[in-house]
């Protein structure tokens, strides 16, 4: 039995679409059941709040295998805080229910020992998972393309794509969420102890995405980072950290670490996501209209 954390999410989703097709035992852990009537027949489902370390330890009884996701919250106070106590949950279940083999979602940068704000927080979270008795492998994810959702609505009604990524055609890494799930699917009836990166199938600048949607690109101040964040409705907690990531990311900091050579690529070109990004923003407005 597989069990995956965080199941209602783009990754998680994928993964347990994946391991369906593959006729993988696999229980859906949700905080909503609500959230999980669409994940398909045959999916076992267990509830509990990542927070919640007994309630964590009932949902995994018997899995052998593990999909760790720790959600972040945009709109949390803390942020940070929110996030700590939820790897401290996940982890002393984990110790507890003793599983044979963990695949944990992690993050580009999370070698960096310091100043890449919220991927320091999945760099304590490999931390953490080091310290139970099991098989790791940690998916060090790239940028997920579905992030341009928040910038997209703004750039198409303004016409300009005022970004946080310095210079605009500096390419970086990027990937689909949803590729994610499928690379985790494939890792998880791989057991091994080992870091995998995870991006999409060539990398990206601003400009690009700018071009795809049609619209100018311009270099947002790094004064008015956070001020701009805020207003986009995420707390000041996670801006600051969103800030400081992508000073970290501007100054070459985030990539694979070296002597890591298992990088795995999904499909998904960031046009397409794009597409289907401004098409439901079209969809919305027509709605309303």
């Known amino acids: 039995m597989i069990a995956v954390l965080g199941a209602t999410g783009r990754i998680g989703r994928a993964t347990i679409d994946r391991l369906r097709h593959e006729r993988v035992p696999v229980r859906a852990v949700v905080r909503d059941p609500a959230k999980a009537a669409d994940l398909g027949s045959g999916v076992e489902l ?3 709040d990542l927070a919640d370390t007994r309630a964590i330890r009932s949902a995994l009884d018997g899995a052998e295998t593990v999909q760790v996701i720790c959600p ?27 599983p044979d083999y963990i695949v944990a979602i992690s993050d580009y940068g999370a070698d960096v ?9 999945f760099r304590f979270l490999e931390e953490r998972l080091r310290r139970v008795r099991a098989d790791v492998t940690f998916v060090r994810s790239a940028e997920h ?10 750039a198409l009604k303004t016409g300009t794509l005022a970004t946080l990524h310095h210079p605009v055609t500096k390419q970086f890494p990027t990937v689909s969420a949803s590729d994610v799930g499928l690379v985790a699917a494939d890792l998880l009836l791989e057991p091994a102890t080992r870091v995998v990166y995870v991006e999409g199938p060539r990398r990206y600048s601003a400009q690009d995405v700018a071009e795809a949607i049609g619209v100018q ?5 790094q004064a008015e980072w956070v001020p701009t964040l805020t207003r986009g409705g995420i707390s000041q907690s996670y ?22 050579t298992d990088v795995r690529r ?4 960031l046009r397409d996501v794009l597409r289907e990004i401004a098409n439901q923003r079209v969809e919305a407005v027509t709605q309303v209209g």
């Open 46 to 48: 267990a509830v509990a």
């Open 72 to 98: 972040t919250n945009p709109r949390a106070t803390n942020a940070g805080g929110e996030m700590v106590r939820m790897i401290e949950a996940i982890c002393a279940a984990l110790e507890h229910t003793e």
């Open 113 to 121: 020992p310091q100043g890449t704000g919220i991927t320091m927080l």
């Open 145 to 154: 393309m579905q992030n341009w959702a928040r910038q997209v609505p703004t």
């Open 217 to 221: 690109v311009t270099e947002l101040p």
């Open 239 to 260: 801006a600051e950290l969103v800030a400081e990531l992508f000073v970290a990311h501007n100054a070459g900091r985030i990539d694979v670490e070296d002597g890591v």
């Open 266 to 269: 999904g499909t998904t070109e």
